[in-house]
């Protein structure tokens, strides 16, 4: 069962550059979400769907740009990376309205902005 | 708004040792409470939550959590800890209606010594 699926793991940009973080979840999950995680600070939303063709903004959303124009997969973009983008990045997806709780998480992408 | 706090940043506990781990959250209604685990390069996994009722929920791998509103506190414990609890955890608090956005805490760091 593959889950919730992050590409690439790794990523190493330099200033100004541009890249795009893929998630991909084979559990028909309406919802998904994108959070950052740094240390001391734990994980913050940038931003999140809650259907196909649907996004809104989080806590930290400045910076990003998203897109879910089909419901298994979510985008994050950088447009033009710092070095505070700095971070490892989760994905995470649930189910929908009326379901309270858990989220099922990626493993993860660390990417280091020079 | 909500928060979350977790005041201890590092724990060490020795194998087969009691363990607790603080979380204290800011939330005006009654909130929904979670604690996620992530072991070293993976994402986060549920161990338990609490949404309402009992207000000791048990959860995977042994843990349970107790819910105490007056101290606006949801505390993880363990009987016995083993060397494969050493992680990093985390608690987090959502909402009825809050399509399942969570706040995380900063996270405690848990070793175990043998």
């Known amino acids: 069962n593959a889950g919730v699926t992050q590409t690439p793991k790794f990523r190493v940009l330099k200033t100004g550059q541009s890249m795009t973080l893929l998630c991909a979840q084979d559990?028909?999950?309406?919802?998904m979400y994108w959070y950052r995680q740094d240390p001391g600070m734990g994980l913050r939303l940038i931003h999140y769907?809650?259907?196909?063709?649907?996004?809104a903004k989080g806590e930290v959303p400045d910076g990003y740009n998203v897109s879910r124009l089909k419901k298994q997969n979510f985008l994050l973009g950088l447009e033009s990376a710092a070095p505070s983008q700095t971070s490892v990045y989760f994905c995470?997806?649930?189910?929908?309205?009326?379901?309270?709780?858990?989220?099922?998480f990626g493993e993860g992408s660390r990417l280091t902005v020079l | 708004a909500q928060s979350v706090t977790q005041p201890d940043i590092h724990i060490t506990v020795s194998e087969g040792a009691s363990l607790e781990l603080r979380c204290n959250y800011s939330?005006?209604?009654?909130?929904?409470l979670f604690w996620y685990v992530q072991s070293p390069g993976q994402g986060l996994q549920l161990l338990l939550k609490?949404?309402?009722?009992?207000?000791l929920v048990q959860g995977i791998k042994g843990f349970e959590a107790e819910f105490k509103r007056s101290q606006s506190s949801f505390n993880l414990r363990k009987p016995s800890v083993h060397w494969s609890d050493a992680a990093e955890y985390f608690c987090?608090?959502?909402?009825?209606?809050?399509?399942?956005?969570?706040?995380f805490g900063a996270g405690t760091r848990l070793a175990v010594h043998p």
């Open positions: 987090a608090v959502g909402r009825s209606g809050g399509y399942n956005k969570l706040i």
């Open positions: 559990m028909n999950h309406e919802y």
């Open positions: 939330y005006g209604a009654t909130p929904y």
């Open positions: 995470a997806s649930s189910r929908g309205q009326g379901v309270i709780g858990e989220l099922f």
């Open positions: 609490y949404f309402s009722g009992d207000t």
């Open positions: 769907s809650v259907g196909e063709g649907t996004t």
